[in-house]
């Protein structure tokens, strides 16, 4: 006699998963492969997601840390989507490497930023977690010890500045919105005269994501981010569950990671995924439940996003004349799920 399986209210974020910044970074590196065969070098992982690295690994890139690591080649050199500082295209250049950036313009845009502050005279404070390679890459456009890095609004308190008059701030794209805002608040309280961007530098696809997750976790019993424990976008979604009033909100690389025991009596379960995590293990995970539960899933949609990134103008001539590219439209736009 087979047991009637519980049921199980699936709620989906829309959007979730891929942005225009990752999209581009993997259409680069899966771009460069196909035009100039394996090996394509990487420094860093292109983006942060140990499913997406491995499947590019298996077509023939090869992750580095370091440019040191690399031999002397004439197969592309690609920079991850978080960016670089500027000794590291300096430092290609030195080693006669074809780099290709794959840095999310809206990384690129933060850089301009710091760089133009810092010409006009403002000494410069970005808001990010430090050891982050979009914080060490943004860090990395101006001199050592330039840019000064502000964590928490308890930072700001203790902050000395040269000139505090004489200030702009900054941030890390991929950040909380809630806890970027304290912290600017506490910057502009201290420091009246303070200079911010002209648009915010976190990104729309950072912000789409957590409304959506305030929007949903506050009716379902368990949360469900799918995507890495290194990804700083995935791990500010679930703590936006967490303080949406989710009772479980947990960061999970893929199905086989779900603690059945743990998650007690549910009915509901809402599901997302960072920037940087491919809809194939979403779909793993609900399929997990499935297995499980007799689920309905309804999808939640707070925004609707077209946002597309052009690929780099050398490697769309290159994979044209190699014939793996129509001379066409220059990019695909990501469409939200």
Not at 55 to 62: H, R
Not at 106 to 130: F, P, Q
């Amino acid at each position: 006699m087979s047991q009637t399986k519980p049921p199980l209210e699936i709620l989906l974020c829309a959007p979730r998963g891929f942005c225009a910044g990752v999209d581009r970074a993997i259409q680069i590196v899966d771009l460069a492969l196909k035009t100039f065969g394996a090996p394509v070098y990487v420094r860093h992982e292109i983006v942060h997601n140990k499913y997406v690295v491995e499947s590019l690994k298996a077509k023939g890139a090869v992750f580095v840390e370091e440019l040191d690591e690399i031999p002397a080649t004439k197969q592309p050199v690609i920079f991850s989507a978080h960016g670089v500082p500027k000794s590291v295209p300096a430092a290609a250049s030195e080693k006669n490497f074809f780099y290709l950036d794959a840095t999310c313009p809206l990384v690129s845009k933060v850089h301009k930023e710091a760089i133009l502050h810092d010409r006009r005279g403002h000494e410069v404070v970005l808001i990010g977690h430090a050891g982050h390679p979009e914080v060490i890459g943004t860090m990395g456009q101006l001199a050592d010890n330039v840019v000064k890095l502000i964590e928490t609004v308890e930072d700001v308190a203790s902050f000395e500045p040269n000139d505090p008059d004489n200030l702009a701030w900054i941030t890390q794209t991929t950040l909380s919105v809630d806890d970027t805002a304290s912290i600017v608040e506490a910057l502009k309280a201290r420091f009246p005269n303070i200079q911010g961007p002209n648009k915010d530098d976190i990104c729309y696809a950072t912000t789409n994501r957590q409304e959506a997750v305030k929007t949903v976790a506050p009716r379902a019993d368990v949360m469900i981010v799918v995507g890495a424990p290194n990804s700083s976008n995935s791990k500010r979604l679930r703590e936006v569950g967490e303080r949406a009033g989710c009772r479980q909100s947990l960061l999970l690389q893929r199905a086989a990671d779900i603690d059945w025991d743990s998650l007690g009596d549910i009915a509901s379960v809402a599901i997302t995924a960072g920037a940087s995590a491919p809809e194939i293990l979403v779909e793993e995970v609900i399929e997990a439940f499935s297995q499980r539960y007799d689920v309905t899933v309804e999808v939640i949609t707070i925004a609707n996003e077209d946002m597309v990134f052009n690929i780099p103008r050398e490697l769309r001539e290159a994979a044209v004349a190699a014939g793996v590219l129509e001379d066409g439209p220059k990019a695909e736009p990501v469409r939200s799920r």
